[in-house]
């Protein structure tokens, strides 16, 4: 845990100076936190939760990844850079150069759906010039089964999407895939991933992530979200994962309107106790946005999320914070949380027609996590935190069990506040002690659990980093519900 001691002048002014140089790559080094104290911290705080998971119903998002450098496609297509400019969707070879340089810039993640599916298949092609590329198992829902599987081999899960050939011979034995869902084609997403220090033209990469690009509109209109609740009835599982939702922003406000409609009617029909995670990903769509938040987000029991889904959630639906931007992979911590308790208040209790469910919130980011929840309703929510960001450099480094202290290090400040709004919580800062390092504390009814990471220094995997994370996060969280339906 954090150690807290009470503020003056002068430890404010402490807070603030690591504040200030949260930013610098080399903050880990200059501050003197021993990776592998924190790794010896984790290793005593994590513990796996009283009750374990045995079967999870996944779904809905699945494609077949194609990786590819970035920079090496762009070079054989001859996009150079040009104007940094975000586009919703991509139409042309014009609007894909723009907004990847404005990312890549940033260093920020980004998805964009392909409207033009003649030039969506030329580029494509395209790689197949390249050197170097892979096909891994795509989609926010596919790779939390996968990541399932692979953490617990006991497990069972039940996938329902739109799977082919190619997903299918890769998953893992241990899952199964619902009968109406097996397709003779793969969806297929390119991955356009950059290290680190790439160049393209003037700008040079401040992190290591990756540009999604794709022309699927089986996953966009959530084919087989019909098949949900019949099947999860059926397989009788502890949880209930979702993924896909953002894809309904490529979608008319007509048909929109009527996928939502339906989602609604699945989680619906779902039995109580039963306890519905879903997954968030890249959104750009503001309408979209504000449905799920006031439709879809009171009606199930968990979300997960990066700052850049989280700060859109806040900015479109008039919630704290709405300008606030990670830099080099760090945004405020204290804001975050506040943006959290007002998910978990404000935000949950604006339907009044029904009796919100939402009561966990897992936040995941370069450099710190944090999973808040309503007290009372999840449990070990602070060894899920350690867990997940335990993996997070476990996985961007490519390592197969232990993480190697010499190849992460520490980014975020030694001293903060955990909140930006509230001032009690404002008023005390908090150092950092590695050999505890995942801390709780409390604001009203709401338990915040935080968790540093140990961020890979030279990342070999970007893609697929948050769907693990929330699903370690969730094999070591426990569901308080009152009574299962079997």
């Not at 450098?69 to 586009?87: I, R, S």
């Amino acid at each position: 845990m954090l150690n807290k001691f009470t503020v003056g002048l002068a430890l404010i002014a402490l807070a603030y100076y690591f504040g200030q140089r949260s930013s610098n790559s080399n903050l880990a080094e200059k501050s003197n936190v021993d990776a592998s104290t924190l790794l010896i911290g984790w290793e005593e705080q994590i513990r796996q939760p009283a009750r374990k998971m045995k079967r999870v119903a996944i779904g809905l998002n699945v494609c077949a990844d194609l990786i590819v450098k970035a920079t090496d496609l762009l070079k054989v297509m001859h996009v150079e850079p040009g104007k940094p400019l975000e586009h919703n969707v991509f139409t042309s070879l014009e609007s894909l150069q723009q907004t990847f340089y404005y990312f890549f810039q940033r260093g920020a993640a980004v998805e964009r759906f392909f409207s033009n599916d003649k030039l969506y298949q030329k580029i494509i092609e395209y790689t197949d010039t390249l050197k170097e590329k892979t096909y891994y198992i795509g989609g926010n829902a596919a790779l939390m089964a996968q990541k399932m599987t692979d953490s617990d081999s006991d497990i069972k899960i039940l996938f329902i999407g739109p799977v082919g050939p190619k997903v299918n011979a890769m998953f893992n034995k241990n899952i199964a895939v619902a009968k109406q869902c097996l397709r003779e084609r793969d969806e297929v997403h390119l991955i356009m991933e950059y290290a680190k220090g790439d160049k393209w033209g003037d700008a040079v990469a401040p992190v290591a992530t990756r540009l999604i690009t794709s022309n699927d509109y089986a996953n966009s209109r959530l084919d087989f979200l019909e098949e949900l609740a019949a099947n999860a009835k059926d397989f009788k599982p502890d949880l209930i994962a979702l993924s896909g939702l953002q894809g309904l922003g490529d979608l008319t406000p007509e048909v929109k309107e009527k996928r939502v409609a339906e989602v609604l009617h699945q989680l619906g029909m779902l039995p109580q106790g039963v306890p519905v995670h879903l997954e968030l990903a890249s959104m750009a769509d503001d309408a979209t946005v504000r449905q799920l938040a006031t439709q879809v987000f009171p009606v199930v029991h968990s979300i997960g999320l990066n700052e850049q889904e989280l700060t859109y959630i806040s900015k479109t639906n008039n919630g704290p914070h709405p300008d606030l931007e990670a830099v080099n992979g760090y945004a405020e911590i204290g804001a975050i949380a506040d943006i959290l308790y007002w998910m978990l208040t404000s935000l949950r209790e604006g339907q009044r027609s029904r009796t919100p469910n939402l009561s966990r919130v897992h936040f995941h980011s370069l450099t710190f996590h944090i999973i808040a929840t309503r007290v009372g309703t999840w449990e070990n929510s602070a060894s899920a935190a350690g867990a997940g960001a335990r993996v997070g450099g476990l996985q961007a480094c490519n390592f197969t069990t232990v993480i190697d202290p010499s190849k992460v290090e520490l980014r975020i400040p030694r001293a903060f506040s955990r909140s930006v709004n509230f001032a009690p919580l404002r008023r005390e800062a908090l150092i950092l002690d590695p050999t505890q390092p995942i801390s709780v504390w409390r604001r009203g009814d709401v338990e915040f659990n935080f968790s540093p990471v140990l961020v890979c220094k030279k990342p070999l995997v970007t893609v697929g980093l948050g769907d693990a994370i929330s699903a370690t996060g969730l094999l070591y969280s426990q569901y308080l519900a009152k009574e299962m339906p079997w």
